[in-house]
């Protein structure tokens, strides 16, 4: 069974920078895409960047220039630099897995969250 383990959350002051981690277990087929997503309190989840299998990348805006996201070449190890923090990045932040060998085949697995907060 695929298991997705977030760490390196926590408490950071404005403009502050935190590193997450996303571990991927269990996996028996090739990751296609790792996305970070967050979710605020009372709002809802919404993506933060993804990394894919061939190398690309890509940001929500408000994590352009401030975020970057990395992995290694399998995807079963993923980070997210955050730099530059603000209190509206205070959220639990989650990875998500899409896996499979083609678009029909493709499942998907989420990690439990890891908590950012910002705050001065």
Not at 75 to 84: P, S
Request: hydrophobic letters at 40%; aromatic letters at 8%.
């Amino acid at each position: 069974q695929v298991q997705l383990a977030e760490s390196g959350g926590g408490v950071v002051q404005p403009g502050g920078s935190l590193r997450l981690s996303c571990v991927a277990s269990g996996i028996t087929d090739p990751i296609y895409v790792m996305r970070w997503h967050r979710q605020a309190p009372g709002k809802q989840r919404e993506l933060v960047a993804a990394i894919a299998a061939i190398g690309s990348t890509n940001y929500a805006e408000f994590a352009k220039g401030r975020f970057i996201v990395s992995g290694n070449n399998a995807l079963d190890t993923v980070y997210l630099q955050m730099n530059n923090l603000s209190i509206e990045d205070t959220a639990v932040y989650f990875c998500h897995a899409v896996i499979g060998r083609s678009a029909g085949d493709y499942s998907s697995a989420w990690g439990q969250g890891t908590q950012v907060t910002v705050s001065s």
